[in-house]
C-alpha cells in the first residue's frame, strides 16, 4: 500500500482528532447540563486521575515507536509491552482511589474511567503502526468512529438512566469495540513481524528490553501529564467538587488550541526520525521550526477568536451561570499554547533520543507544579491552578529549546 503525503496525513489526523476532540467535550457537556456542576466535578475528577496514569498505560511509547523505522524492536512486541503496561496503570488506578478513600461511587467511575484509558492507549500502539507507515487516513477514521459511539453510548445511557457509572461503563464498550474491531484488524496490514513473531520467549525477553528502554521516556510521560492533574487535584482538595467542575466546563473548550496543534506536528515525527537517521541536520530543522511556526498562529488565532466569541458562546451552551468565571479563559489559552509546545519538543527529544534530558525536564516541571499549587490556589482562587501549571510548562520549554 502506498504511504500518504505529509499533507494527507495532516488533513487525516486533524478531521478524525478534531471530531473526537468534539465528542470528549461534549461528554462534560452533558454532564453538566443532565447532572449538574457536582457530578461534573466527580467526572472531572476521574478525568485527572485518568489522564495522568494513562502516562503509564502508554509508556509514553508513541514517538518512540513511531521513529524505530529501523525495526529494532517489532510490532508485536510494542503490542506485548502495552498489555503489561495497561495492568499496571490499572492495578496503581486500584491503589490510588484506595489511599484517597473515595466514596464508593466516586471510586468505581474513577476505575472504570481509568478502563476507558487503557481502552484509548491499545489505539495508541496500533496507531503508530499507521503513523509510522504514513497511512494516518486509518487514525482519522478510527478517530470519527470513536467519536460516534462514545457520544452516543455515553449520552443515550446517561440520559436513561441518570447514573453516571453506567454511562462511563458504556463509554468503555464503545471504544473497546472500535479498538478491537477496527484498530486491530487493520494494523496487522501494515505491522512488523506480528503475525510471524520468532517465537513467544523471545518477545518476551525483547519486551522486557523495551520496558526497561523506555523507562525514562515512560517517567518522563508520568511527571508531564500529572504535573497538569496536580493543580486540579489540589483546587478539588482546598474548594469542592463544585469549584473543580466549574473549571473543567470553561478549560475543556480551550483544550482544542492544544490539541488542534497536535494534530498539525504529529505527522512530522516520522519525518523529524528520518532525517535524523540520515544526518540531515538542515531538513531536520526546517521541519522543527515549521511546526513551531505553526503553534504561533494557531495560539494568535486563539486569542482572537475566544476574545470575540468565548462569551456569548459559553453563554449559550452553559448559560449565565458561567460568565461570571470567564475571567479564567485568557490564562487558560495561553496554557494551552505551551501544553502543545511542551508537546512538540517532547516528540523532537525523543526522536533525537535525548531521553534523560527529557526526564529530568519533566521531573522538574512537576516539581515546580506541586510546590506552587497550593499557594497559588489559595492566593488566585480558581485562576491559581492555571498559573502553576504555566510556571511549570514554561520551564519545560525553555530547557526543551535548550536541548533540541
Known sequence: MRSLSIRENVIWNSL??????????LLTYVVVRIQGYGPAGIFSLAMSVGNSLNAVA???????QVSDIEGEYSDNQYIISRYVTSLISFIACLAFCGFNE??????????????FKISEALSDVYQAIFQ????????????????????????GVLFITSDLMTAIIALCCASLIVVFCYERREAKNFASNTAAALSFDRDLRQVKKLI??????????????TMGQVPRYVLELLKNEDALGIYTTVAMPVTLVQVSANYLFAPLTAP???????HDVKEFYRLFWKA????????IVAFIGFGVAGKPVMALLFGDSIVPYLYLLNPLIFCSVLVALSWFLSAALTVVRKLVAQLVLSIV????????SFYLISVFGLNGATFSYIAALLVFSVGGFLFC
Do not use: E, H
Open 292 to 299: 513551531i511556526g505553526a503553534i504561533v498562529v494557531i495560539s
Open 272 to 278: 523529524l526520525a528520518s532525517c535524523f537517521a540520515r
Open 132 to 155: 509510522r507507515a504514513s497511512r494516518m487516513d486509518y487514525i482519522g477514521k478510527a478517530y470519527i468512529a470513536k467519536a460516534m459511539l462514545d457520544f452516543s453510548f455515553f449520552f
Open 102 to 115: 473515595y466514596p464508593v461511587k466516586t471510586f468505581l467511575c474513577i476505575a472504570f474511567y481509568m478502563v
Open 212 to 225: 526497561l528502554v523506555c523507562l525514562p521516556v515512560a517517567l518522563y510521560g508520568l511527571f508531564f501529564n
Open 58 to 64: 502508554t509508556y509514553t511509547m508513541r514517538n518512540f
Open 365 to 372: 516541571s512537576f516539581l515546580v507544579s506541586c510546590a506552587l
Open 16 to 25: 478524525g482528532n478534531f471530531i473526537y476532540l468534539i465528542s470528549q467535550w
